[in-house]
């Protein structure tokens, strides 16, 4: 009987300091490693560069999962058990869409209140911009002598199968039709997309750089774009000609100002890590951040003053 005692008890020793080791550096480890979980509809060329600086200053490690639409939905379907701190979208009508399904939650933060200004962020601190970008009308050097067209010129004869466009039912569309119902009302609005449609030089097809190209290639005079997609058509070798044919022009400097839109982000109702999740919030709207932004994707910065002051 004796021996067999002895190998238990050794046995149990044995064990004890098995698990004693699986926990040293397993599972404490697992405890103590800080991360945030980011669900983006943004490009992940675009933010992944942030999410590890923001990981190389803090050691907190950032997990994504990218996709361009359902994102929201996923969070919806999961509920509790989501594992979704933040989520980033690339346009205001998803951030709303969050909140007013209820999947977001409040934050008040004196970083975030101070950088990104009012017009910019939900009252209610459920969605806070990250960028800025504006829908600009794209025009030809050679044949616009205007540099001053309103959206609603758009619509007048002078243009008349003059006009590219990608599909109406594009989200960049969808949004500034909603900032011309805001501004005009439904009836005038209806009348406005009439009016560009009759003035369209061909059917909409394309992305806002096939619009460019369309310029370039003499199909057309002007058309819609982000104002992003400059810098990059400049950043490629096969399509600079493109941006180099066309000019610039920010609509409606006279009154209300040009369309923009912006990207952002918002913590999740039951964001597991909210707390490292605000931390990388307050990294996104620091100067650091907001540069690669610009310098990345050619994006304005919601941050007041920019990203300049620091390099200034
Ligand atoms: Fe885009």
């Known amino acids: 009987m004796f021996p067999f005692k002895k190998y238990f008890i050794l046995r149990s020793i044995v064990k004890f300091f098995k698990i004693c080791f699986l926990s040293f550096f397993f599972v404490i480890p697992m405890i103590l490693s800080a991360e945030v979980n980011v669900y983006s509809y943004r490009q992940s060329f675009l933010v992944k560069p942030l999410f590890e600086k923001f ?24 509920d509790r058990n989501s594992p979704a701190d933040l989520l980033q979208t690339s346009n205001f009508t998803r951030l709303v869409e969050a909140q007013e399904l ?31 970008r504006a829908r600009l009308i794209y025009a030809s050097q050679e044949r616009v002598k205007e540099n001053e067209i309103t959206y609603e010129e758009l619509t007048t004869s002078k243009w008349n199968r003059r006009i590219c466009s990608r599909s109406g039912k594009h989200d960049y569309n969808i949004d500034l039709i909603a900032s011309m119902i805001a501004h005009h009302g439904v009836e005038e609005s209806k009348l406005w ?3 560009v449609k009759e003035n369209l030089a ?27 997609y400059f810098g990059k058509m400049m950043a490629d070798p096969e399509q600079q000609e493109w941006a180099r044919s066309v000019k610039l022009l920010f609509p409606n400097q006279e009154n209300r100002g040009t369309h923009v839109n912006i990207s ?8 597991p890590n909210r707390e490292d999740a605000i931390k990388l919030m307050r990294f996104l709207v620091s100067e650091d951040a907001q540069k690669i932004y610009a310098e990345v994707n ?15």
């Open 298 to 312: 050619y994006e304005f910065p919601v941050r007041k003053g920019g990203w300049r002051s620091c390099v200034v």
């Open 55 to 78: 990981t190389e200053q803090t050691g907190i490690e950032v997990n994504t999962i990218f996709a361009s639409k359902g994102l929201i939905q996923k969070i919806q379907m999961e």
């Open 193 to 195: 997309l009439k009016g």
């Open 102 to 132: 209820g999947l977001t939650q409040s934050i008040q933060d004196s970083t975030l209140e101070e950088a990104i200004p009012n017009a910019y962020k939900d009252p209610t601190g459920n969605w806070f911009g990250l960028t800025i």
């Open 202 to 228: 061909r059917r909409p097809q394309g992305n806002d750089r096939a619009q460019v190209k369309a310029i370039y290639a003499g199909q057309c005079n002007i058309s819609l774009g982000n104002s992003y």
């Open 264 to 271: 952002g982000m918002a913590i999740t109702k039951y964001a």
